[in-house]
């Protein structure tokens, strides 16, 4: 028997990743009981059919625009409680006709830049909807209070994709063997980036994730003078910086004498606006001394893709690449070549792949990891703005 389970959201518009902690109160239709047993009954499968209502306090709602996720109101235990699960196919129909019929629902954002999926990502109080690294709500034409009906089409569809790639990680600090590798902080020197000049890794200020202050001792330890900061907004750092558990000391003092940069980007490394984000960044780093932190929240996904970038500026090649890119799923989740290598691939061809592809231009591996590079950074911090001088400054500046 086909299990369909209907369910009527309204979507606020939330858009960035931490806008956690918001008050919220959800209502139940009280004739959804009767609604969902008639239709039951009418359509001799089993059918779920609530229609809930938010409400958020003015001052406790980010409007921000850096992911372009639409949001549902709840998050994955009260969603699934309806009936889903991680690894369903649902199909996903928005009040306005923008329809996407066929779409995983995953714990992380387990498809190809582009693709549509539905995330509840640990540690976040909300279901997203989102096309991966781009936002959907420009794209769906979407406007705060629409609804959407989320239908299961196929119970596990996906669920073999869910369990090789559904990866969680810990924000206790016992169960890592250092802080370098809870915090994901390492210095990159591929190509010929200066040793111990560039550093990566999570943000030393956001501490959802119990890491801010383990970072900011790594900075200080490690002599680092600038930050650039891909995450946040002053509005964010002010809302950081107030705290109780606010204890960054360090970058505090970085931040209050001008040696911090704040981007405040989203995801979408193949837009314009991110293009002149990682310009601006850049470009504010040439006037300061190094050695030099780069961050997300996770140091990730944005840092990832920045680092990317210089490295292939200062001549580093496919695999010297991939190897620094995909420590970050070492330190976080134990995926590792040698051991476990059917993840270690599937990561590999499921975001560092399309990486090199946007770069370079072709989707042809072959040709991708025998490719240069450099002319390929160039020309994307030249179509952020950066001129040519401004490039040489930088090389300059970051390699040897």
């Excluded at 086909?2 to 939330?14: E, G, N």
């Excluded at 096309?131 to 196929?154: C, F, H, P, S």
């Excluded at 250092?178 to 010929?192: H, I, P, Q, T, V």
């Excluded at 991939?322 to 970050?328: N, V």
Aim: charged share 25%.
């Amino acid at each position: 028997m086909k299990k369909v389970s209907s369910v009527f959201l309204v979507i606020v518009m939330i858009l960035s990743l931490a806008a956690c902690g918001s008050s919220q109160t959800v209502g139940t239709n009280p004739n959804a009981e009767e609604t969902a047993s008639e239709q039951e009954n009418a359509n001799n499968s089993k059918l779920l059919s609530v229609k809930l209502t938010v409400s958020f306090d003015d001052d406790t709602v980010s409007k921000d625009e850096k992911f372009g996720a639409a949001l549902l109101s709840m998050g994955q235990e009260e969603f699934e409680a309806l009936g889903f699960r991680l690894g369903d196919a649902v199909a996903i129909d928005f009040q306005n006709g923008y329809a996407l019929p066929d779409v995983p629902y995953f714990n992380g954002y387990y498809v190809r830049n582009g693709e549509p999926v539905m995330v509840a990502y640990p540690g976040d109080p909300y279901i997203r909807i989102t096309l991966n690294n781009m936002g959907i709500w420009d794209t769906a034409g979407l406007k705060e209070g629409d609804t959407v009906m989320i239908t299961q089409i196929e119970e596990g569809k996906y669920l073999p994709i869910q369990e090789a790639l559904g990866q969680i990680y810990s924000f206790d600090r016992s169960e890592y063997p250092s802080d370098e590798a809870f915090c994901n902080f390492r210095s990159f020197s591929a190509g010929r980036i200066k040793e111990d000049f560039m550093y990566r890794g999570a943000s030393p200020v956001d501490n959802s994730r119990n890491r801010a202050p383990y970072v900011d001792s790594l900075l200080e330890q490690n002599g680092v003078r600038f930050v650039i900061d891909l995450a946040d907004s002053e509005e964010d750092i002010k809302g950081y910086m107030a705290a109780d558990d606010f204890t960054s000391e360090y970058v505090k003092g970085l931040y209050e004498n001008g040696c911090m940069v704040l981007l405040d980007m989203g995801s979408g490394y193949t837009g314009q606006a991110y293009k002149e984000k990682v310009v601006n960044g850049l470009r504010a780093a040439l006037e300061h001394d190094g050695p030099i932190y780069i961050h997300c929240m996770e140091g990730k996904d944005r840092t990832g893709f920045v680092c990317l970038l210089l490295e292939a500026l200062a001549g580093a090649g496919f695999d010297e690449m991939k190897k620094d890119y995909m420590t970050t799923y070492g330190n976080y989740f134990g995926v590792t070549e040698d051991g476990t290598p059917e993840k270690y691939d599937a990561i590999v061809d499921l975001y560092f792949v399309p990486f090199m592809e946007f770069l370079h231009g072709t989707d042809d591996l072959s040709k991708l990891e025998k490719a240069n590079y450099k002319k390929d950074a160039r020309d994307y911090l030249c179509d952020g703005g950066m001129t040519n001088r401004e490039i040489r400054q930088l090389l300059k500046l970051i390699t040897k």
